[in-house]
């Protein structure tokens, strides 16, 4: 190989007139450094001194470094250059090396630098070497142009994307990122997830295997945690972390052992076996389930779950996962075949599923289905699986005709599940339901509204009193609202017209018809004025509301009712124009509702801090239309109060009560409140009262112990029936990069029945769940419950 030395003189050439000087000896564009022109010195290996006070050095763009200089920086090419033809008669043009990483010049700079055209470059000394988004710092590097590749030594450190890797040996092809570190300590962009090794290995862009490797979340010097393995693949690509051969030490001590082991790199799903779960509860005794997740696509998932029941025997369940732009749900699926305590095969299935077929149709689904009534008391611990009753399977179809009607279609069954010493009616099955709904805003001034339906009732077990039949309903209505900045009133009249057509086989009642003219008024006022609380300004309302309702009276004796109940009483149900919910039942009326809210509104923000109201009916005339319960025979209605208040950023408060003024008696109260100054830190107490049938406490926290210990509590207790509905305790230890936690659980399943569970889990930060999972137990019972290491 010929080596090109360039004089002082050529040197300055080539820095006042590049383009031309080196187009007459064909040599690529360069830039020179000024610095460099001044008389070359004799080839040292020695440190050269830079003078403090001379300007900071621009780095040399040039192919090869043809002359053994004492050098401070120096850019070599890429070792294969991309050229594109620029037209005839002119010279070829090189590509932008920022656009591609292959071809995006080295920046090499340090104490010394020496090399061959071609060839090779060495540098001494403080190296720092750049190239598209590596940065590689040693104290010696050779870097062989022909082959792209590198050889560094001594505090060798790579960085890339946020990835660290130091070792005191390290090769590497550039081009396609491969080659070794020897006893590598990395930490990795994103979770600063470190640790040590053998050797590492550069399997490509973003791809790593490390040999007898170490692997924690921790920070530096807190080493609560590793997992060791024979072989650890790191793929950046993939966000996906492979341990073969892997046992996990917790402080110290190994304590699992897997052949293969996969945990997400990010917090992005993946497919794989997740870490099993291991609890025990009364009713099913030692329970082992080992998850499989499969990332079927971004919109697509699905969750096998194995779960060993010592007692009963082995569970399958299943938990699939769709969305696309126009439609999303999800199925679930669990089978438990010759359950060993029940002697029955048991299955539970949930699908649910929602679309949208184009803007004005959509449709949904429901199906849940249970094998036996005692599916859900005998192998569930969540207290909202045990109370279901009613499981229903329906399909709805929807039509939105321009945002001002609209119509569904509904078929709806229901699967009831009965507590033997609790029974209750099954509910009627609608097959099909269909219901128009309309309201024309400002026509003349006034809203016209109608509501209509059809719906054909079966009873799964029929009766005399219960039979099946068919209900036709339409009720139109015009209102006229009037209404300025402070004040509205807004009269109303309708007409509701229902239709029965009977079993005859089943019932000796006659078809029938009903036609009751409802009117209405309501109006109100608000009115304003600035107020001073706690030394802070406020804006105060006060806002009486009238609400007046005719009904008439109209026999419905002969009327079976299929799905009419008594509505509670409270302030949504106050201003309503029927006291029964469905449509079987109209109350006759002749009444007035008087209610009065006030609020404290923050000026500046508009927030509603605090809200306050009382409210009474007051009647007219005698009640004549009743269902299940002796007819009212008092003028008044009880009274009703309401209060909720944010008093602080950390203290909440939510209040109401329903007094009977004429017996002097609380019918309902309840009172809850919630301290949270932080995350981590909750009290929720509760109380609830009904009238000779609900009597219960309520306490939750989640509250720091000592240092990091946090105690966890929930004990929901009837006083009437003197017992635990559901009880909750458990401490949690949060170490930053791991937490421990271990609950016990108690829910009332049925008359007389409880289930009790025992949870023990140690989480290790964005690796695994080692034990029984607590967590949407612990959601579900303390409000408010926050991941102490999040």
Not at 53 to 68: G, H, L, M, R
Not at 403 to 430: C, E, K, N
Not at 536 to 545: D, F, M
Not at 680 to 693: A, E, L, P, Q
């Amino acid at each position: 190989m010929q080596t090109i030395r360039l004089s002082p003189i050529a040197l300055a050439l080539l820095y006042l007139y590049p383009t031309s000087a080196l187009s007459a000896t064909n040599l690529p564009l360069l830039k020179v450094d000024p610095a460099l022109l001044q008389a070359a010195e004799p080839t040292v290996q020695t440190k050269k001194t830079p003078d403090p006070s001379s300007p900071p050095k621009q780095p040399v763009s040039a192919k090869p470094i043809n002359t053994e200089n004492s050098g401070t920086a120096a850019t070599v090419p890429p070792a294969k250059s991309v050229q594109t033809d620029s037209g005839v008669g002119q010279p070829p043009k090189t590509t932008s090396p920022t656009l591609d990483p292959a071809n995006a010049p080295i920046i090499l700079s340090a104490d010394q630098i020496k090399g061959h055209q071609d060839q090779e470059v060495e540098a001494f000394g403080k190296v720092e070497m750049q190239k598209y988004d590596k940065t590689l710092f040693a104290e010696h590097l050779t870097y062989s142009q022909p082959t792209d590749e590198l050889f560094a030594e001594k505090n060798v450190r790579i960085e890339q994307k946020g990835n660290i890797i130091t070792g005191p040996e390290l090769k590497l092809k550039l081009d396609t990122n491969v080659g070794y570190m020897e006893k590598p300590a990395y930490e990795l962009a994103g979770t600063h997830a470190r640790g040590t090794g053998e050797r590492l290995e550069f399997q490509g862009e973003d791809k790593f295997q490390i040999k007898d490797a170490s692997y924690t979340t921790c920070p530096v010097g807190q080493d609560d945690w590793f997992i060791h393995a024979g072989n650890l693949d790191l793929d950046r690509t993939s966000q996906i972390g492979t341990a073969h051969h892997a046992y996990i030490e917790f402080k110290g001590v190994p304590i699992l052992y897997t052949p293969w082991l996969e945990f997400p790199l990010n917090n992005q799903r993946k497919s794989g076996l997740l870490t099993p779960s291991f609890g025990s509860s009364g009713n099913s005794g030692l329970e082992i389930t080992t998850p499989y997740y499969w990332n079927i696509a971004p919109n697509y998932d699905l969750t096998l779950s194995p779960r060993l029941l010592s007692k009963r025997g082995l569970q399958i369940g299943s938990d699939f996962r769709y969305l696309q732009p126009t439609y999303a749900g999800s199925a679930q699926f669990e089978y438990l075949p010759n359950d060993r305590v029940a002697n029955i095969n048991r299955y539970a299935l949930n699908l649910q599923h929602a679309q949208r077929f184009d803007y004005n149709w959509s449709g949904s689904l429901n199906i849940q289905k249970v094998s036996d009534d005692n599916y859900f008391r005998d192998l569930s611990t969540r207290l909202t699986n045990t109370t279901q009753t009613n499981l229903p399977r329906e399909g709805v179809l929807s039509y939105n005709g321009g945002g001002w009607w609209g119509f569904s279609a509904r078929v709806q069954r229901f699967q009831t599940l009965q507590d033997p010493l609790a029974p209750i009616v099954q509910p009627y099955h609608r097959t099909p339901q269909l219901t128009l709904t309309a309201l024309k805003q400002d026509i003349y001034g006034t809203d016209i509204g109608l509501t209509s339906e059809f719906v054909n009732f079966n009873n799964p077990a029929p009766t005399a009193l219960q039979p099946d039949g068919k209900r036709f309903t339409i009720y139109p209505s015009i209102s006229l609202p009037l209404n300025n900045s402070f004040a509205y009133i807004t009269p109303k009249i309708g007409v509701h017209y229902t239709h029965y057509t009977l079993d005859k086989n089943q019932t000796s009642f006659p078809d029938s018809t009903r036609t009751v003219p409802i009117i209405s008024v309501d109006s109100g006022m608000v009115f304003e004025r600035d107020a001073n609380f706690l030394d802070k300004a406020y804006l105060q309302t006060l806002e009486p509301r009238l609400y007046y309702l005719r009904v008439p009276y109209r026999d419905q004796s002969q009327i079976p009712n299929f799905d009419s109940g008594i509505a509670d009483f409270n302030f949504a149900q106050i201003f309503s124009e029927n006291q029964f919910t469905g449509g079987d039942r109209i109350s006759d009326a002749n009444q007035l509702t008087t209610a009065l809210t006030t609020r404290l509104i923050e000026p500046e923000t508009g927030f509603e801090r605090v809200r306050a109201a009382i409210g009474q009916r007051f009647y007219f005339n005698e009640q004549q239309v009743t269902l299940n319960a002796p007819a009212r025979n008092t003028k008044t209605s009880d009274f009703l109060a309401a209060l909720s208040a944010q008093i602080s950023s950390a203290w909440s408060l939510d209040a109401g009560w329903q007094y009977n003024p004429n017996q002097h008696l609380t019918q309902k109260s309840s009172f809850s409140t919630r301290y949270r100054p932080e995350p981590g830190k909750v009290i929720n107490m509760s109380y609830r009262f009904t009238r000779d049938s609900l009597k219960q406490i309520d306490l939750s926290t989640q509250w720091p112990l000592s240092g990091n210990i946090s105690g966890l509590a929930r004990l929901n207790y009837s006083l009437l029936d003197s017992t635990i509905v559901e009880g909750l305790a458990g401490i949690e230890y949060s170490a930053g990069c791991w937490a421990f936690r271990v609950v016990a659980h108690r829910i009332a399943t049925a008359t007389a029945q409880s289930s009790n569970s025992i949870f023990l889990q140690l989480e290790l930060n964005g690796v695994s769940r080692l034990g029984s999972n607590p967590l949407d137990t612990l959601k579900q019972n303390i409000s408010g419950y926050t991941k102490t290491n999040e």
